[in-house]
């Protein structure tokens, strides 16, 4: 692995030395940061992995899918982050992308193996670097609770109590409590974790806040600071263009509605959060990349370091979302856009041979691949819940007959 690490790192380096030579240093840090995103990453595949395989034995159809169809996802994941054309930009760019990208999986893995302090040092510095992370603590907080991702809880449920009622003498064999004990695990909500993670993260967050305070206070406050930062996020004050689609509608909005048209469209990514959250509550790291997904999309300063890190996340679940539809579609749509948006820009903002609706229309056709893809992606991880679904039915009623 530390050799991989090297080459890796070497590419890096070569991608940026010769172009940006007086700043190595940033560069180093930024592909240190994307190294140990997908080194996380990788370790956060692996324990969803075995979570998934123990879900399958917990539910005795391990071996109606088998063992082999199961994909190296964490592996995969990890390579899909580190050569992606968008976390390479991200990195030559020197964009802040890569570090607010490792504080966000830090935070997963830490969820993952509920090491409370490191998930919720990683949601603090997320939250700190961006305001968007703030709603991941949905998802942290079930991975505290109910655990890794797994298929619905009904089915352990069903599977448990089937198990009771077929036993004719009245004595569960040691196979059955074995397997009424996990489905239990997968059923209860620890509430500890979830107390010692809301601990933590007030004091880290006390930390932070005081160590801003002392490193501001010959500038401005801390009140300054958050205008400068959260402020300048929420209102949208920079008319820059960008990946996205705020900065082309508020630059021809009335400025009688600009106001109203600021809180539809951050209050719209609030009013996604509890239903799916209520849909997918038993898979919380596929929810965490639904968040991140649909943030990077309606966030008022998007990158591609933001597309880096759920495309990143996605590939976690190839096996779930094998069948999802339209995917070569969707690859050759981010090909089209990652080759034709620099293309646009340069007609509009270099040569003025062009408008802003050239831009702005690769910009639209972005936001559509991205709605397509969340869509696709979310259908596709609940028609594997019902396939899994039918074949525990399935094997229960052959265990009868």
């Not at 205008?227 to 900065?247: H, K």
């Not at 094998?322 to 856009?337: L, N, Q």
Request: aromatic share 14%; proline share 3%; charged share 15%.
């Amino acid at each position: 692995m530390q050799d991989l690490c090297t080459m890796v790192l070497h590419c890096y380096s070569l991608y940026s030395g010769h172009l940006l030579l007086k700043e190595l240093k940033g560069n180093l840090i930024m592909c240190y940061a994307d190294i140990m995103s997908a080194m996380l990453l990788r370790a956060t595949g692996w324990k969803l992995q075995v979570a998934y395989r123990e879900s399958l034995k917990a539910l005795d159809i391990i071996n109606i899918v088998e063992s082999s169809d199961i994909l190296a996802s964490g592996d995969i994941a990890a390579l899909v982050y580190l050569w992606n054309p968008f976390t390479i930009v991200a990195c030559v760019g020197l964009s802040t992308s890569p570090i607010e990208n490792l504080f966000i999986i830090l935070m997963l893995y830490g969820a993952c193996i509920r090491l409370v302090p490191l998930a919720a040092f990683g949601w603090v510095m997320a939250t700190h670097l961006s305001l968007y992370p703030a709603i991941l603590i949905i998802p942290v907080i079930l991975l505290m609770g109910y655990g890794l991702d797994a298929p619905p809880r009904k089915l352990f449920l069903l599977k448990g109590y089937c198990k009771i009622g077929d036993n004719n003498s009245g004595n569960i064999h040691c196979e059955q409590e074995e397997m009424i004990n996990r489905s239990k695990a997968q059923i209860i909500f620890s509430r500890r974790p979830v107390v010692l993670f809301f601990f933590w993260t007030t004091l880290w967050s006390v930390y932070v806040l005081v160590l801003c305070g002392i490193s501001v206070k010959q500038y401005s406050g801390l009140w300054e600071m958050f205008q400068r930062t959260y402020g300048f996020i929420l209102t949208v004050e920079d008319m820059s263009p960008n990946i996205g689609v705020l900065w082309y509608f508020f630059a021809e909005v009335f400025d009688f509605f600009r106001n109203f048209f600021l809180i539809v469209f951050h209050v719209n990514i609030l009013f996604m959060i509890l239903p799916l959250a209520i849909r997918l509550n038993h898979r919380p790291c596929f929810l965490a990349f639904v968040y991140i997904a649909i943030s990077s999309m309606l966030k008022s300063y998007p990158s591609v370091g933001d597309s880096a890190l759920y495309l990143g996340l996605l590939v976690l679940f190839l096996d779930e979302l094998a069948d999802m539809p339209f995917s070569f579609f969707i690859f050759c749509g981010y090909v089209g856009i990652s080759l034709l948006s620099p293309v646009m820009h340069n007609l509009w903002i270099w040569r003025g041979t062009g408008n802003a609706n050239f831009y702005f229309a690769t910009a639209i056709a972005y936001a559509c691949l991205q709605i397509i893809l969340l869509v696709e992606s979310v259908s596709a991880m609940l028609n594997h819940d019902r396939k899994l679904r039918k074949l525990s039915v399935a094997n229960l009623q052959d265990g009868k007959s």
